[in-house]
């Protein structure tokens, strides 16, 4: 095939030939005011890849003049990355005469920028190549945007997986993990396989979280939006039990809830000394219900928090019009209630406890004496409580 040099005149008989009704550009010079309007920066170039012609954005963007590109090959301007292996690379599969070609986004180190190349061939009227008109499109500010995006997906994808707290997604129609860090795995046990082809998550709970759990379902089926934060018992593998505490963000698919992403906290230790603590608070409260004594709890303010059976039977008052008052209310007068707080309180500092002997106001008026013994629950905190333990001594 005869090689060709394109240029303006050339590109200008072109378009007279291939139109014959005047409203195509019909001027050299017209084809270059054409290619300076737009953003996009435009090349012509001849079989033999040497440049024919340049827009001014590509000019402007190599700090170039116009001239200073003429008769260069392409490859020794740009260093194109698509002529690494062979130049020209590019622009040689025109077999079946396609009118453009595009590729990939490219980096360009001369243009300092991502772009999207294409071109398409230029024929004349027998067919014959006269060169190749290249479209350089500046995707630069897109590419960021994708590259900022997949570093960001990385780094989410880095601390689901090495993240402290098991996280997973679950898909509540077909009852199933879509997707589970190391974490899970450690917590219960079971491998990122045996999580996600073949236990259910209902199948790791415990029978009263399963119960739980379903009525959270039947809610959410019902159209209902249960809370996002709750705690479940969960079987491990080995059949040990663990408690987790789970904060969930809804999937919805149609306005519907279909399934959830999960951060799953271990709380096990927490809720063994949660355990522990309302097991000792039972056996005092029997303890102290049992006992001859008097027994109450104050807070820092010495309103009664709680009181057992027998104080309310030497005061005459149920529990509710004790609770919540002040302890003034069994004292006589404000000359006792105070001497009793300030000898008290002196005690207390000096010996860890208090022994007075006061006298107390029945609801029915009568007097008592008592013994009162006072401590607190937390020496450095007063405000944690003060237990006090009464004996009715006036037959004594």
Not at 211 to 225: M, N
Request: proline letters at 3%.
């Amino acid at each position: 095939m005869n090689e060709y040099n394109v240029d303006l005149q050339s590109l200008r008989d072109l378009t007279n030939k291939l139109t014959s009704n005047g409203y195509l550009i019909d001027r050299a010079a017209q084809w270059e005011y054409a290619f300076d309007a737009v953003q996009d920066l435009v090349m012509i170039v001849n079989p033999s890849l040497k440049i024919k012609f340049v827009n001014k954005a590509f000019s402007k963007r190599l700090k170039l003049l116009k001239r200073d590109f003429l008769d260069k090959s392409c490859f020794q301007i740009l260093h194109c990355p698509n002529c690494k292996r062979t130049p020209g690379d590019c622009l040689v599969s025109y077999g079946s005469k396609p009118e453009t070609v595009k590729h990939d986004d490219i980096f360009i180190k001369d243009l300092e920028g991502w772009f999207n190349f294409s071109h398409s061939p230029i024929y004349d009227e027998d067919d014959h190549l006269l060169g190749f008109i290249c479209i350089l499109h500046d995707v630069t500010g897109r590419k960021k945007v994708e590259i900022a995006l997949k570093e960001s997906e990385e780094k989410y994808r880095h601390l689901i997986k090495y993240a402290p707290a098991g996280i997973y997604e679950i898909d509540f129609v077909n009852d199933r993990f879509i997707s589970v860090n190391d974490v899970m795995c450690i917590n219960t046990g079971y491998s990122e396989d045996e999580l996600l082809n073949k236990i259910k998550p209902t199948a790791i709970l415990t029978e009263r979280s399963l119960k739980a759990y379903t009525e959270r379902l039947k809610k959410i089926f019902d159209g209902k939006e249960p809370p996002t934060t709750f705690e479940v018992e969960v079987t491990m593998k080995n059949g040990e039990i663990f408690w987790a505490n789970l904060n969930v963000k809804f999937k919805r698919k149609y306005g519907k809830i279909v399934g959830a992403s999960v951060i799953s906290h271990d709380i096990t230790e927490r809720k063994k000394i949660e355990i522990a603590l309302k097991e000792n608070e039972a056996l005092l409260k029997s303890i102290f219900k049992a006992s001859g004594a008097g027994i109450g709890l104050t807070d820092g303010r010495r309103n009664i928090v709680w009181s057992n059976a027998k104080l309310r039977e030497m005061t005459g008052y149920e529990e509710e019009e004790l609770e919540g008052q002040s302890v003034r209310l069994l004292y006589n007068d404000d000359e006792e209630f105070n001497f009793v707080g300030e000898v008290g309180n002196k005690q207390i500092k000096t010996e860890g406890v208090a022994n007075i002997e006061t006298v107390w106001k029945r609801k029915d008026g009568r007097l008592i004496r008592i013994l009162l013994s006072c401590a607190p629950i937390d020496p450095k905190d007063w405000f944690k409580g003060i237990t006090l333990t009464a004996l009715d001594v006036t037959n004594f």
